[in-house]
């Protein structure tokens, strides 16, 4: 079992910035792939961006890319997600979520989730 505790989420502002952490606890949590989803009200959840065991290789939504940065530090237990320029379509409940598989884009290739936190992006 892995518990997962996301924190960081607030209102912002467009084009202000915010860092979410995901702090990890139970089985070791090197041994995952780690990933950041949202899921903004009346949507699906989707993917934002993902982080390999070592954190050599990430990935991420294009509609992201360029402005949200992952990043991991596995002595902490914690993976982060860095966020820049944000705009009001960023609002979103934020999860983090490990995954025993590479680049993994699919909610259902994650076995552990957070409760989630909520960034809400102002105009």
């Known amino acids: 079992q892995v518990q997962l505790v996301e924190s960081g989420g607030r209102l912002v502002q467009a084009g202000g910035s915010l860092r979410l952490s995901c702090e990890a606890s139970?089985?070791?949590?090197?041994?995952?792939?780690m990933g950041w989803f949202r899921q903004a009200p009346g949507k699906e959840r989707e993917f934002v961006a993902t982080i390999s065991w070592g954190g050599g290789s990430t990935y991420y939504a294009g509609s992201v890319k360029g402005r949200f940065t992952i990043s991991r530090d596995n002595a902490k237990n914690t993976v982060y997600l860095q966020m820049h320029s944000l705009k009001p379509e960023d609002t979103a409940v934020y999860y983090c979520?490990?995954?025993?598989?590479?680049?993994?884009?699919?909610?259902?290739?994650?076995?552990?989730w957070g409760q989630g936190t909520q960034v809400t992006v102002s105009s």
């Open positions: 139970g089985r070791t949590f090197s041994s995952y792939a």
């Open positions: 979520a490990a995954s025993d598989r590479y680049q993994a884009v699919v909610v259902t290739n994650y076995a552990y």
